[in-house]
Nanobody, 111 residues
Framework: HVQLVESGGGSVQAGGSLNLSCTAS????????MGWYRQAPGKECELVSV???????KYGDSVKGRFAISQVNIKNTVYLQMNSLKSEDTALYYC??????WGQGTQVTVS
């Protein structure tokens, strides 16, 4: 059974940091590109960051320089370090791969 589970969300003040985790089970995570996405109420789903199987990364314009995606293959986990958080970063954050689809999401609230 393939699955993605996100964790690490929470409430933080503007300027603060959070580190999200996405752990894959049932498959080898680094055989697939993985993306972090977010959706705020009333807004479209937005690409936050992607890490490809070759290790290259991509970021949405709104998070460049503030967020960093990384992976620990032995843990089958991808992380999203979020720094200098802003109120507009408030959203439900999801990780996704072509094989496993979407996780259940983790809420990030910045006040």
């Amino acid at each position: 059974h393939v699955q993605l589970v996100e964790s690490g969300g929470g409430s933080v003040q503007a300027g603060g940091s959070l580190n999200l985790s996405c752990t894959a089970s049932g498959f080898t995570r680094d055989d697939y590109d993985m993306g972090w996405y977010r959706q705020a109420p009333g807004k479209e789903c937005e690409l936050v960051s992607v890490i490809n199987v070759d290790g290259t990364t991509k970021y949405g314009d709104s998070v460049k320089g503030r967020f960093a995606i990384s992976q620990v293959n032995i843990k089958n986990t991808v992380y999203l370090q979020m720094n200098s958080l802003k109120s507009e970063d408030t959203a439900l954050y999801y990780c996704a791969t072509a094989l496993a689809g979407w996780g259940q999401g983790t809420q990030v609230t910045v006040s």
